[in-house]
């Protein structure tokens, strides 16, 4: 088993979470993100946030040395940028040499786009409390904010918990892939086991109305995760970019769902926005997927066997996923749009109401 998880880098504790801890700290010489990044929530509040910009200085990105730091300034660059761009009051389309040079070096060397996305925002922005202690919703703290507070540190917990949780998913599709000479009793227990794990992840989605407010999160979070139209990259990149914000669609676990259990995407709009959700997420992660691609689904992989009931029962629990994650669109999105005007597309630049409409009858 341990092979496709070495090949993908996929941790079987951790599943698409990094299994060492992000660093909560850069190397001494890059102090001064570090330090921008830990205060931006105070920086934000003040109106601040362009004066410190100017005084940074440009910083060499050659020192980072190991990959948790080059994952580490991803996080920083991106919120610090994001913050800078996406400001309410003050949106800019210009981004300093000073962010856009290192950002975009860093961005290269993970092969990522310049831009916040799940893999940073999710897969590297926490740490444990209580280092000696499992990770749990009550064991976990967000590395980055914007604003600041509990409503905004619960979706990123509630989204890294998720992650977390599909370690036993992403365990069972691999045990299914690789373990020789199966009978059907383990093929049926790997099934079981996904469909404990969708059902956990599910659950845990379903808490995000417990410390997130609606309200909180569209108008105090969300407009610093949207999407960067036409954004000029200073000293960096020839042309302006466009990168689309982060989106639960960059999430591996759950594109690896709909690969695995032969889910279709056959409108031209959706398959395409997934496929290029790819371009955001690890590299090592995208080739899982494409990985996935090119072996046999699991329904087809389980044809000769008696595991229908299993197999039906993986579904159900995918469709009941699907429902949540569109129950949560209404609740975070669509009706605090509705109040506040026009405009109720996601962070992914995307209309989410019909994209997670799609997604949940292609699931049916």
């Known amino acids: 088993m341990a092979s496709l998880h070495k090949e993908f880098l996929i941790s079987p504790s951790h599943g698409f979470l990094p299994e060492n801890e992000p660093l909560v700290r ?8 570090d330090e921008l990044g830990y205060n931006l929530p105070e920086i934000i509040t003040a109106d601040v946030l362009a004066e410190e910009v100017a005084r940074l200085p440009m910083i060499n990105t050659d020192k980072l040395g190991s990959h948790l730091a080059y994952e580490r300034a991803m996080l920083v660059l991106s919120y610090i940028s994001h913050a800078y761009l996406n400001d309410p009051e003050k949106p800019k389309k210009k981004l300093p040499d000073v962010l856009a040079v290192p950002w975009s070096e860093v961005a290269e060397r993970l092969d990522r786009p310049p831009v916040l996305s799940h893999a940073s925002a999710v897969l590297h922005n926490w740490t444990l409390i209580y280092p000696d202690q499992p990770i749990s919703l009550n064991n976990l703290a967000i590395l980055q904010q914007y604003r600041g507070g509990v409503d905004e540190a619960w979706f990123f917990l509630v989204t890294v918990m998720i992650e977390f949780e599909g370690a036993s ?34 659950n845990t989605l379903a808490r995000m109305p417990d410390k997130c407010d609606p309200y909180v999160f569209y108008h105090q979070t969300r407009p610093f995760l949207a999407t960067l139209q036409n954004v000029e990259y200073e000293k960096a990149q020839p042309e302006p970019q466009t990168w689309f914000g982060g989106s639960a669609a960059q999430s591996s676990l759950i594109q690896a769902l709909d690969i695995a259990f032969a889910v279709a995407h056959e409108e031209k709009h959706s398959a395409a926005f997934l496929i290029n959700m790819r371009t955001y997420m ?17 329904p087809d992989l389980l044809s000769q066997s008696s595991a229908e009931e299993e197999l039906a029962l993986v579904r159900k629990k995918l469709l009941e996923f699907r429902k949540g994650h569109l129950k949560i669109f209404h609740q975070y999105i669509a009706s605090q749009s509705k109040k506040a005007g026009p405009g109720d597309t996601g962070t992914g ?6 994209f997670l409409k799609q997604l949940k009858n292609d699931t049916e």
């Open 349 to 354: 630049g995307t209309d989410a109401a019909a």
């Open 26 to 33: 850069l190397p001494r010489y890059y102090v001064a993100w």
């Open 282 to 298: 690890p590299q090592p992660h995208r080739a899982f997927l494409e990985y996935l691609e090119t072996v046999a689904s699991i």
């Open 169 to 202: 998913i992403v365990n069972a599709l691999i045990n299914l892939y690789e373990v020789r000479e199966q009978n059907q009793d383990r093929q049926k227990q790997f099934l079981k086991n996904i469909s404990e794990g969708i059902g956990n992840i599910t």
